[in-house]
């Protein structure tokens, strides 16, 4: 079975930086769409990531990708208010093309904090998703996947 996932976020969100991190890339790539096998409950799943970084300055388009999606990781800068507060319309724009397991990642690259975790946590929660702060994204990207690609099988599963 196949997975698709896609990576979508205002501009700056970090979304870019994180995919790359969670293929493994210590060089930064742009027009990620890679292929990578993941193994729940002894079964094999082969997942199609791709990040949309080019799109977000066209309303509507990263959105557009997002028909027929499994996954989506949702990305904020957790020091612009704009971005987590652009979420809103991500979200309401997906669940309208797809019935997609969404993970929110609240990105944490400055100091500067203008969005508040528990804001984050309730606003994840009020829409059925996931939320997740990172910090050191090297150490956190590969489980927030695999933990994505579980809840995209038994999400599947349940539906049979």
Known sequence: MTLRIVTVGSRKSGKTFLTNKLLGSNNFQTDIMKTINQYVNGIEYKTIIQDLHRTERFEGLQ????????????VFNVSDQQ??????????????????????????????REVNADEAVEFAQMHNATYYEIERPEAQMKEIYEKLVQ???QKKNNAE
């Open 63 to 74: 959105t557009n990708h997002c028909r027929g999606v499994d996954g989506v990781l949702l």
């Open 83 to 112: 971005s987590f507060k652009s979420c809103s319309q991500f979200i309401k724009d997906i669940k309208d093309k797809s019935n997609a397991v969404i993970t929110l990642i609240g990105n944490k690259w400055e100091d500067i």
């Open 151 to 153: 809840s995209i099988v």
